[in-house]
T-cell receptor
Framework: ETGVTQSPTHLIKTRGQQVTLRCSSQSGHNTVSWYQQALGQGPQFIFQYYREEENGRGNFPPRFSGLQFPNYSSELNVNALELDDSALYLCASSLAGVVNEQFFGPGTRLTVL | AQSVTQLGSHVSVSEGALVLLRCNYSSSVPPYLFWYVQYPNQGLQLLLKYTSAATLVKGINGFEAEFKKSETSFHLTKPSAHMSDAAEYFC????????????FGGGTRLMVKP
């Protein structure tokens, strides 16, 4: 059984650029959630996808967008990057349901200069 | 809306000593509560979860937590710390009307002294 994988592991961008982060779900999982973890803080929920549709969104602006594909893999897109977007971006996959464990990937470290 | 507060951003214990990491939550509906651990340069790993069954929850690596509704707390304990327990620990809450979207606390870094 393959766990959650994310790519790339590290990324450096400049302010104003756009970035795409990728996540492959654990086998059999139909739900993907994305979190932003700033340095020294807890993860903050960005949004969740269930069966290719957005299923909830945290307090993030529209320049944060996502996709989920038929194989349940997912992308996080961020437009017009700002310095404060520098963070570890975590993807988590799970089965739908409030008590089901979310399995986290190792994250993508994004640095915006 | 729900929230989580972790008291103490850093906790230091000696090897073999009791570990106590504090978590208080706020929720207008019955919560589901989780503890996750994060080792350096890794994602989060679930230690244990409370899902309205037994109030004392046992997890992996000898950790356990007790749900106390009257105190709105879900503190994490381990009787005897190991050096390998040094990591960042996060408490999180999820509520029934919000899917399984997690709201995390700010984290507590546990340091274990030899």
């Amino acid at each position: 059984e393959t766990g959650v994988t994310q790519s790339p592991t590290h990324l450096i961008k400049t302010r104003g650029q756009q970035v795409t982060l990728r996540c492959s779900s654990q086998s059999g999982h139909n739900t993907v959630s994305w979190y932003q973890q700033a340095l020294g803080q807890g993860p903050q929920f960005i949004f969740q996808y269930y069966r290719e549709e957005e299923n909830g969104r945290g307090n993030f602006p529209p320049r944060f967008s996502g996709l989920q594909f038929p194989n349940y893999s997912s992308e996080l897109n961020v437009n017009a990057l700002e310095l404060d977007d520098s963070a570890l971006y975590l993807c988590a996959s799970s089965l739908a349901g409030v008590v089901n464990e979310q399995f986290f990937g190792p994250g993508t470290r994004l640095t915006v200069l | 809306a729900q929230s989580v507060t972790q008291l103490g951003s850093h906790v230091s214990v000696s090897e073999g000593a009791l570990v106590l990491l504090r978590c208080n939550y706020s929720s207008s509906v019955p919560p589901y509560l989780f503890w996750y651990v994060q080792y350096p340069n890794q994602g989060l790993q679930l230690l244990l979860k409370y899902t309205s069954a037994a109030t004392l929850v046992k997890g992996i690596n000898g950790f356990e937590a007790e749900f106390k509704k009257s105190e709105t707390s879900f503190h994490l304990t381990k009787p005897s710390a190991h050096m390998s327990d040094a990591a960042e620990y996060f408490c999180a809450v999820s509520v029934g009307n919000a899917g399984n979207m997690l709201t995390f606390g700010g984290g507590t870094r546990l340091m274990v002294k030899p």
